[in-house]
């Protein structure tokens, strides 16, 4: 197995979706009423909703596949979680159930209230017309209406060529397309209109990942991580860029950090560093790794040859005793 075709097919692939399922979840430690967005990972679907004041929330008629939560509290920080929604994790009613934990640092909380107090000057050169167009690009994507959410984003970047946000929407609905030079075109529009922003240059790293630009990607991949020690998806690309570029042990210490952070991420890191053990020849390591995505992403598209390629790990080819081997020819 191949990383490159390995990551592509992770990141990109989605398994055919035969129902719709409902997400359960649960906010702990319970912190009052939060707004909660969801996000496909392999798609541009989005929603948005607010829990109850015991941290409940809940997303109805979900195709299956991997989400990302995001939990925002006014005054206390935002907390990232994937979380799988796939008919194996549901109950026999379609409903997955998940823990979102929220345990923001004090420094987080600090730095969230310090953005909220600033305001760029980018932002507020953005008309409240292009903001219009963007608001309906999100209500077109929580309707699954993608070609209608591009019309919108690109009205609004007609109005406001600065509006980052917009930039940046039309990338991420880019790459789940494939149409790589378009998103990678879109993230550094985005950059332009708001240098150093974070969505732009961790999206842009994660393109340049996989068009093989692997030394540039390294730049864009180790600021995400500078920029957010503690963003998942920021840790797993830059350790896929150090895998990409043979530095093993680099790439263990970032890949291991994404799956401390959130272990169902949609990147699988268990998959890779389950790679590096096996080149290693650590077949311990290797089967670990594979049993947990396993456990973690039993509908993956993916999910059919690890089990074959886990199965021989756990079960290698009997080396032939001397009885049993073949008799040379006379």
């Not at 994790?89 to 979102?100: N, Q, T």
């Not at 070609?147 to 991420?172: C, D, F, Q, S």
């Amino acid at each position: 197995m191949r990383a490159r075709t390995i990551l592509l097919l992770l990141t990109l692939s989605a398994g055919a979706a035969e129902q719709t399922l409902e997400l359960r979840g649960q906010i702990e430690p319970a912190p009052g009423k939060a707004a909660v967005t969801l996000d496909a990972a392999l798609g541009s679907f989005t929603a948005s909703t607010i829990s109850d004041a015991r941290g409940r929330f809940k997303f109805k008629k979900l195709q299956p596949g991997p989400y990302s939560v995001t939990v925002f509290i006014a005054g206390a920080g935002v907390s990232r979680r994937t979380v799988e929604v796939t008919p194996s994790l549901a109950d026999p009613k379609g409903r997955v159930h998940a823990v979102i934990p929220f345990n923001p640092s004090p420094v987080s909380a600090g730095r969230l209230a310090a953005r909220r107090n600033t305001v760029s000057v980018g932002d507020l050169a953005i008309p409240d017309r292009a903001k219009r167009e963007y608001d309906e690009a999100q209500q077109k994507l929580g309707g699954n209406d993608v070609e209608g959410a591009i019309r919108h984003l690109k009205r609004a970047v007609e109005i406001a060529p600065g509006y980052m946000m917009a930039w940046n929407n039309l990338g991420t609905i880019a790459y789940h397309a494939r149409r790589f030079e378009d998103a990678e075109t879109y993230f550094r529009k985005a950059l332009e209109a708001r240098p150093g922003a974070f969505p732009p240059a961790v999206n842009l790293g994660g393109v340049l990942l996989y068009t093989g630009k692997h030394e540039e990607a390294l730049k864009f991949n180790k600021y995400a991580v500078e920029t957010r020690p503690r963003d998942a998806l920021a840790n797993s690309q830059l350790g896929m860029t150090y895998f990409l570029l043979n530095q093993d042990d680099e790439a263990l210490r970032y890949l291991n950090a994404a799956r401390e952070l959130d272990p169902s991420h949609f990147s699988s890191p268990q998959l890779l560093m389950a790679e590096i053990h096996i080149r290693r020849r650590d077949r311990v390591l290797a089967i670990k790794e594979l049993k947990e995505f396993l456990a973690l992403h039993p509908d993956s598209p993916e999910a059919p040859k690890v089990r074959g390629f886990l199965e021989r790990l756990l079960n290698p080819p009997r080396p032939a005793t001397q009885a049993e081997a073949p008799s040379p020819a006379p």
